[in-house]
């Protein structure tokens, strides 16, 4: 199985202020048809799972372009340019590359 | 909007069979190029994919969980189930039911609330 590896797991942030979670894989997340099925997470208590990023850049619908995706091969970055309250939670990455699908193991926004 | 809900018995005693179902809403089950997916997350770990089931009825299993799991779809009430066998208290977990969008990008893009399963006796 593909082995994603999130750091950090814990992320202090200032509200306002820029925050950065990375991903990294243990194989290349690039599928036979040439795209990368990466996506990025973000779970909330008591509150569905939401889809933010897919296919490594993408913003998913209503999601705010203060988040970023970036990233090739086994190596990916999910920004946040300027932190917000509801930005708090935790944050996984997952590839859709390679059944059986995979996650990070998460991190933990909070604000400072 | 797509909606989902899961449903089913919180508390399960071990050795038996977990059984949950997803309802979908806001769009039909049955269309093509979508798939339907259940996910777990014990308590401190990270989420595990556990399958997903195609609209023709074809599914995909996770190796580590395939022996005990079927999944399943009734497009009559537009619900999608899990059927776990031979549970024991690592089956203990939130459970989620998931969209997953092949064609739109290889996403899981709409998720149910999830429900906590507890294995105990």
């Known amino acids: 199985d593909i082995v994603l590896t999130q750091t950090p797991l814990s992320s202090p942030v200032t509200l306002g202020q820029p925050a950065s979670i990375s991903c990294r894989s243990s194989q290349s997340l690039v599928h036979g048809d040439g795209n990368t099925y990466l996506s990025w997470l973000h779970l909330r208590p008591g509150q569905p799972p939401r889809l933010l990023i897919y296919k490594i850049s993408n913003r998913f619908s209503g999601v705010p372009d203060r988040f970023s995706g970036s990233g090739a091969g086994t190596d990916f970055t999910l920004k946040i340019s300027r932190v917000e309250a509801e930005d708090v939670g935790v944050y996984y990455c997952s590839q859709a590359t390679q059944p059986p699908y995979t996650f990070g193991q998460g991190t933990k926004l909070e604000i400072k | 909007q797509v909606q989902l809900q899961e449903s089913g018995p919180g508390l399960v005693k071990p050795s038996q069979t977990l059984s949950l179902t997803c309802t979908v809403s806001?769009?039909?089950?049955?269309?093509?190029?979508?798939?339907w997916s259940w996910i777990r997350q014990p308590a401190g770990k990270r989420l595990e994919w556990i399958g997903r089931?195609?609209?023709?009825?074809?599914?995909s299993y996770n190796p580590s969980l395939k022996s005990r799991v079927t999944i399943s779809l009734d497009t009559s009430k537009n619900q999608f189930s899990l059927k776990m066998t031979s549970v024991t208290a690592a089956d203990t977990a939130v459970y989620y039911c998931a969209r997953y969008d092949f064609w739109g990008g290889g996403r899981h893009d709409y998720w149910g609330q999830g429900t906590l399963v507890t294995v105990s006796s």
């Open positions: 806001g769009g039909s089950i049955s269309s093509g190029s979508l798939y």
């Open positions: 089931i195609y609209a023709s009825g074809s599914t």
